[in-house]
């Protein structure tokens, strides 16, 4: 699984009461789509238009704003409602088997009828490809998907997950045309068909544009003509001199963080730019290889857990555009607690970490890289780890250095188990405490860090699961984060907030900024 981590700078979550999920589809279409177009810069890639591939933030960004789902997050809140569907729940006790009723005249954006087939070609079609850069790995609960008629779709799990209805109202449950895509392989041609509030009229290396799709039914009522989103390959700078020029209307994911609090500041060339900050539940940790023969050891981990001085990194690298992360869980979702806080305490102790090492029967300074990759997960990694290893050498007790090397390097030497301490993280694929845990610390997680906990695969995670009240979950959480703390394959350093830098004209980033990780370019206006 390629973790949807961006990571780039990418809360609340309610019940769903007797394992139910149920309401009425909104009667009006795209509602609007009469206002000014809107440009958009972004130093994010969007990495793919098929849905059955993309799984990084810009490709998710184009998901939900040309395709549908069955649910949707809506603004602010993270218990989906009925989109494409006219109502949704789990049909039985043990949530195993999940029914839709889809709206009535649904239709793509090609004007072709949107039928329960497409949706169960959708999520075949998904398993089935199976990319290695997809969202299949989302789905090894789902076993068939039956559709009596042609308004019913009946997904049957092969082993109860209460969080079903929040994973199919992600990218994940894109719902693609039949007649367009091959049923065995991914769409090469960079056009999409789907039924969401947008259309993609075209997509190139440096733009993507679209319109309003006037054939949308749903939820989204449209406050713009349409969205040219263009690309800046990571280049922060050209993405802040092409807002301060005039030449987009608004930047999001990408902008450094000294180039926030610069604009935030600067009355000069500051003027008619306005900062919308917005919750997020973006998360970056450190990581240790529980094979390593140094950063396996206890007590190197406990060690570095009571050096990190969270506090001082986000005022000093990140200028406070993110806060101290003490939970694996992040704050505003259900489940959070303040394990590493508890554990290890907010302010660095050398006399503790000395302990720590001197109970692992080590006496002189450990020798230590922290492995970076420069761009991936935030546009100050490199310089958020080498002060990390400042931080830890002054203690005296460690000799740590940074090395930073490109993503796809990055990748294949984690896999291959050649870093002991590294960076990664995580924006959700939807908001709920198993999506900060399972991918993490269940079977074939995607850290590759070779930590393995039965008592967390075996009882806490598949009972979390099976719980349809979410908020009953809090206690089992709580079990699975102490014992993280305690084990210690992962250090949370941060929790994001999430930014969008616009023109004074433009309106309404408000709505696009939450812990669904949804931006809805629907809500935009520009005067």
């Avoid at 070609?121 to 490809?129: A, C, N």
Wanted: charged letters at 20%; glycine letters at 10%; proline letters at 5%.
């Amino acid at each position: 699984m390629n973790m949807r981590n961006q990571w780039p700078v990418l809360p609340i979550v309610a019940g769903l009461a007797s394992g139910l999920l149920t309401g009425c589809g909104s009667d009006t279409g795209s509602s609007g789509g009469t206002g000014s177009s809107v440009v958009m810069g972004m130093s994010d890639d969007v990495l793919a238009t098929d849905p059955a591939s993309g799984y990084d933030p810009g490709s998710w960004l184009l998901f939900n704003n040309v395709f549908q789902s069955l649910l949707s997050f809506p603004n602010g809140g993270t218990e989906p409602v009925p989109e494409a569907a006219k109502e949704c729940a789990f049909t039985d006790t043990g949530t195993k088997v999940y029914k839709c009723t889809l709206q009535d005249g649904l239709k793509f954006s090609n004007g072709d009828e949107l039928t329960s087939k497409d949706v169960k070609f959708s999520f075949d079609r998904m398993l089935k490809i199976n990319d290695d850069s997809g969202p299949a790995i989302m789905f090894p609960m789902l076993g068939t998907v039956d559709t009596p008629d042609r308004k019913t779709v009946v997904f049957h799990l092969k082993y109860a997950d209460a969080t079903f209805p929040s994973k199919i109202a992600s990218g994940a449950g894109s719902i693609v045309d039949h007649r367009q895509y091959s049923a065995d392989g991914l769409r090469t041609d960079n056009a999409a068909v789907g039924s969401g509030p947008y259309k993609l009229d075209s997509f190139g290396k440096d733009k993507a544009v679209f319109s309003v799709n006037g054939n949308y039914r749903g939820t989204a009522k449209v406050k713009n003509s349409g969205v040219t989103l263009k690309f800046f390959h990571g280049d922060q700078s050209a993405l802040k001199n092409a807002l301060l020029s005039n030449r987009i209307d608004l930047a999001y994911r990408g902008l450094a963080a000294n180039d926030i609090a610069d604009i935030e500041n600067d009355t000069t060339t500051g003027q008619g730019i306005n900062v919308v900050e917005g919750t997020s539940a973006e998360v970056q940790h450190l990581v240790f290889n529980m094979d390593d023969p140094v950063a396996g050891k206890l007590g190197v981990r406990k060690a570095i857990a009571y050096l990190l001085d969270r506090e001082a990194l986000v005022n000093e690298v990140y200028q406070d555009t993110a806060t101290p992360l003490y939970s694996i869980i992040p704050a505003g979702i259900t489940g959070h607690n303040t394990s590493f806080f508890d554990t290890y305490g907010a302010r660095p102790s050398q006399s503790k970490a000395q302990a720590a090492l001197r109970a692992e029967g080590i006496t002189g300074k450990v020798k230590l890289t922290l492995w970076s990759t420069p761009s991936r997960y935030g546009p100050s990694t490199d310089q958020e780890f080498k002060a990390i290893a400042k931080q830890l050498n002054a203690s005296g007790l460690f000799d740590a250095t940074v090395k930073s090397v490109a993503f796809d390097q990055y990748e294949t030497d984690i896999a291959k188990g050649k870093y002991g301490v590294y960076v990664k993280g995580w924006v959700p694929d939807y908001p709920d405490p198993d999506n900060f845990t399972a991918p993490f610390f269940g079977k074939g997680n995607v850290l590759s860090n070779h930590f393995t906990d039965s008592t967390i695969t075996g009882q806490l995670l598949p009972k979390t699961a099976a719980e349809s009240d979410r908020s009953s979950t809090d206690s089992d959480f709580g079990r699975l984060q102490d014992r993280v703390a305690e084990e210690l394959p992962i250090i949370p350093i941060w929790q994001a907030k999430q930014y969008a830098v616009v023109r004074d004209n433009v309106y309404g980033l408000e709505y696009c900024l939450d812990a669904s990780t949804v931006f809805r370019f629907w809500e935009i206006s520009k005067s």
